[in-house]
């Protein structure tokens, strides 16, 4: 019996914090996840019905996740890592109130073994909601 991959195996998340659905598409150097927001009380990072335009970040920081996890051939559970800047970030709304689609998309930068970094962007559609780099360190005792 094989066992199909999911988005929580290739993520260092379990249970409601595991915010994708699906991957769309990826690559080498690229990746495109997507994700249905539907009752925003129950999300565990909004705040009465209320997700916060800051919380697009932990989308992407997933997304880039999730990328490391199917790029990397020799990974057996995935790899955590901590987002130790956000650069250029642009918030273009200020929360989320209502069900909506989004489209989180990650390109890699550069990286190596102590940590990563990536540019994203999260939209509704063609609406861009949050853009910015990010750069994420591995903890010493979990270099490969």
Not at 42 to 56: D, E, F, K
Request: glycine letters at 6%; aromatic letters at 4%; one cysteine or more.
């Amino acid at each position: 019996m094989s066992h199909q991959i999911t988005i929580a195996d290739l993520v260092p998340h379990a249970g409601a914090m595991v915010l994708l659905d699906e991957v769309i598409s990826y690559g080498a150097e690229h990746i495109h996840c997507r994700t249905q927001l539907q009752d925003l009380h129950q999300h565990p990072l909004a705040q009465s019905g209320v997700l916060p335009a800051t919380a697009l970040a932990e989308l992407a920081g997933q997304a880039m996740a999730v990328h490391g996890s199917l790029i990397d051939s020799a990974a057996r559970t995935p790899r955590a890592g901590q987002l130790v800047a956000l650069a250029r970030l642009e918030l273009h709304i200020d929360a989320i109130n209502q069900a909506l689609m989004l489209d989180i998309h990650a390109q890699w930068l550069a990286g190596d073994e102590r940590g990563t970094a990536y540019e994203f962007q999260v939209k509704n559609g063609d609406l861009l909601l949050a853009a910015g780099r990010a750069t994420i360190m591995f903890s010493n005792q979990e270099n490969r």
